[in-house]
T-cell receptor, first 111, second 112 residues
Framework: GNSVTQMEGPVTLSEEAFLTINCTYT??????LFWYVQYPGEGLQLLLK?????DKGSNKGFEATYRKETTSFHLEKGSVQVSDSAVYFC??????????FGAGTILRVKS | DAGVIQSPRHEVTEMGQEVTLRCKPI?????LFWYRQTMMRGLELLIY????????DSGMPEDRFSAKMPNASFSTLKIQPSEPRDSAVYFC??????????FGPGTRLTVT
């Protein structure tokens, strides 16, 4: 079946450090890929997306590139801030509207 | 735009009681989703509607759970009877078909 695997957290970084959160997927076709972010006490928000191979999604300093050859969509940010502390979810859509989420990765940024 | 509205934000109830969660999607969106989030199981899709019609309810855990969407601006998720293992945060999300899903703030349900 279709699935998403994320690196386990929590990931703890100091402010201004480089962030990578790994995400790989398994799908029977060519999915669209997403990163969602959940801040404490809130619902999920779309952070960025990519709909085809080699597309790069970017938003708020975060980037992720759709790599078909490695079935990956790793999230990166060059310099994290305390305000980036949240749970990050990688997800895919293959058919219709049904999002398939990874387990989520907790990010904690210390000042 | 007000975003997706959910009520109540918090619900505490006793085992065996009926619980009804409510959702108002973003105006103009034609798809609506109910999710459940727990530490143990993560984020699970329970059911989704397209143009008010249930399309996939394979995630509904058992017959105690039911969901309705009587019109384009309102949906309910009902649990009857509730059990302690139903304690979770329940999210509603809406979208225009094939586009991004917008999530509500969630309802935190505690069943004692």
């Amino acid at each position: 079946g279709n699935s998403v695997t994320q690196m386990e957290g929590p990931v703890t970084l100091s402010e201004e450090a480089f962030l990578t959160i790994n995400c790989t997927y398994t799908a029977t076709g060519y999915p669209s890929l997403f990163w969602y972010v959940q801040y404490p006490g809130e619902g999920l928000q779309l952070l960025l997306k990519a709909t085809k191979a080699d597309d790069k999604g970017s938003n708020k300093g975060f980037e992720a590139t759709y790599r078909k050859e490695t079935t990956s969509f790793h999230l990166e940010k060059g310099s994290v801030q305390v305000s980036d502390s949240a749970v990050y979810f990688c997800a895919l859509i293959l058919y219709g509207n049904k999002l398939v989420f990874g387990a989520g990765t907790i990010l904690r940024v210390k000042s | 735009d007000a975003g997706v509205i959910q009520s109540p934000r918090h619900e505490v109830t006793e085992m065996g009681q009926e619980v009804t969660l409510r959702c108002k999607p973003i105006s103009g969106h034609n798809s609506l989703f109910w999710y459940r989030q727990t530490m143990m199981r993560g984020l699970e899709l329970l059911i989704y509607f397209n143009n008010n019609v249930p399309i996939d309810d394979s995630g509904m855990p058992e017959d105690r759970f039911s969901a309705k969407m009587p019109n384009a601006s309102f949906s309910t998720l009902k649990i009857q009877p509730s059990e302690p293992r139903d304690s979770a945060v329940y999210f509603c999300a809406s979208s225009l078909e094939y586009y991004e899903q917008y999530f509500g703030p969630g309802t935190r349900l505690t069943v004692t």
